[in-house]
């Protein structure tokens, strides 16, 4: 996994923890956030989510997705830091999870992207150039390496 400087990772979790204390059920809201986005920019992505089947069932898949994903990204960030090794292993897991659901390594830029939207909601004109581009540093980091594991 790519390093990523101890300022990047200080500005995501500072950044992240002052989103996260702005509601009352963060992760299913902040997680609907970023995947209405993803689908906003890449639609495709709607098939991994069951929406193929009817909007009923994606809405479903989404809306459990919807916190996984945010307790994922509070996961991974709370390991960031000197030791990758352990947190390898997770994103190798989880590499292998999303290689299983049939996740194209493609949408990961646009996940990137709303990952970022979804951010910028929860802290409005707050969220500076330099904390954007820690989000982007960490994000991309973090991406890399479960697409090098849906690679393989």
């Known amino acids: 996994m790519k390093e990523v400087g101890y300022e990047q990772i200080a500005t995501v979790l500072e950044t992240w923890d002052a989103a996260r204390f702005g ?7 902040f997680g609907m956030v970023a995947l209405e986005r993803l689908f906003e920019l890449q639609p495709r992505a709607k098939k991994v989510f069951g929406y193929d ?5 994606g809405k479903s898949h989404a809306t459990v997705h ?6 994922l990204f ?3 960030f709370q390991m960031l ?13 989880v590499g292998r999870r999303h290689k299983s659901m049939g996740v194209s390594p493609s949408f990961f830029p646009y996940m990137g992207q709303a990952l970022v939207h979804a951010v910028e ?14 989000w982007e540093e960490v994000y991309d980091s973090i991406s890399n390496e479960i697409v090098k594991n849906i690679l393989q």
């Open 81 to 93: 830091g000197p030791d990758l090794e352990f947190i390898e292993d997770i994103l190798r897991q």
């Open 74 to 76: 509070d996961s991974v």
């Open 121 to 134: 909601k929860y802290l409005g004109k707050s969220l500076t150039a330099e904390q954007r581009i820690a």
């Open 53 to 57: 089947q009817g909007e009923e069932v």
């Open 66 to 71: 919807a916190t996984a994903f945010a307790g």
């Open 23 to 29: 509601s009352n059920d963060f992760d299913n809201e």
